[in-house]
């Protein structure tokens, strides 16, 4: 009887670490929230808009999904232990407006004037809509994933965003000034939560956006347009 109680008790004691383990019922879905914060941006100081490129008005167009994916609101994977995939999702937004808004932040972060109009433009000069601003600023999605892969002790994150910018010359009507830019992150953490997930995209969508701006040339060539 003692032995059978000990048995009874090891079983009650070993249930909770058991599920704990194994998990409920996966979801069908996770949904996370990715968006790019502009209040702990520093744009750098050779970005900053300065004179007349105070005044000059930037336009950003939406920009374009342009990974080959069934669904272009997904934005990951989550592989559970048992080699089940499971979609993630952005709960607020879709990846093409994250970006244009991160965009558009940073921009204003540097002190430029950017028009809040919604705008379409498939990169193209002859495309380039006839527009009171100096400069139009576009471009696309090329790669934008994080994967997380459920395991003991810990789970892995691995997330990849790749941006391709273009900026016109509105006036002028042709492109001047292309740059492609990339982020990587891979991560291990003994937590899993769709939290997580989300602050890694956020944090990554954040520096593909400042890679963009860190280049000199980019700086330069916004400087120029805008004080023409």
Not at 101 to 122: I, Q, T
Not at 211 to 223: G, L, P, S, T
Request: overall charge positive; charged content about 30%.
């Amino acid at each position: 009887m003692k032995k059978k109680g000990r048995f009874l008790t090891m079983i009650i004691l070993l249930t909770p670490v058991f599920l704990f383990l194994t998990g409920c019922a996966a979801p069908k879905l996770y949904s996370i929230n990715m968006n790019y914060d502009a209040a702990q941006a520093a744009a750098p100081a050779h970005l900053q808009a300065e004179g007349k490129a105070r005044d000059a008005l930037i336009m950003v167009a939406q920009f374009a999904d342009k990974r080959k994916m069934d669904d272009q609101k997904q934005i990951g994977r989550v592989v559970q232990r048992d080699g089940t995939n499971i979609k993630v999702f952005p709960k607020y937004t879709i990846p093409a407006q994250a970006v244009t808004d991160g965009v558009k932040a940073y921009l204003r972060k540097a002190a430029y004037r950017v028009d809040d109009k919604r705008l379409e433009w498939d990169l193209k000069e002859a495309s380039i809509p006839k527009e009171k601003a100096k400069i139009l600023v576009g471009g696309s999605i090329d790669e934008m994933e994080i994967i997380c892969r459920r395991g003991l002790p810990t789970n892995s994150y691995v997330a990849n965003i790749k941006l391709t910018v273009v900026f016109a010359d509105i006036a002028g009507g042709y492109v001047a000034y292309t740059r492609r830019v990339e982020a990587s992150s891979s991560k291990e953490h003994i937590s899993f939560s769709e939290e997580r997930m989300g602050d890694y995209m956020s944090m990554l969508l954040g520096e593909a956006i400042r890679n963009v701006f860190d280049d000199r040339a980019v700086a330069q060539k916004i400087k120029e347009l805008a004080t023409k």
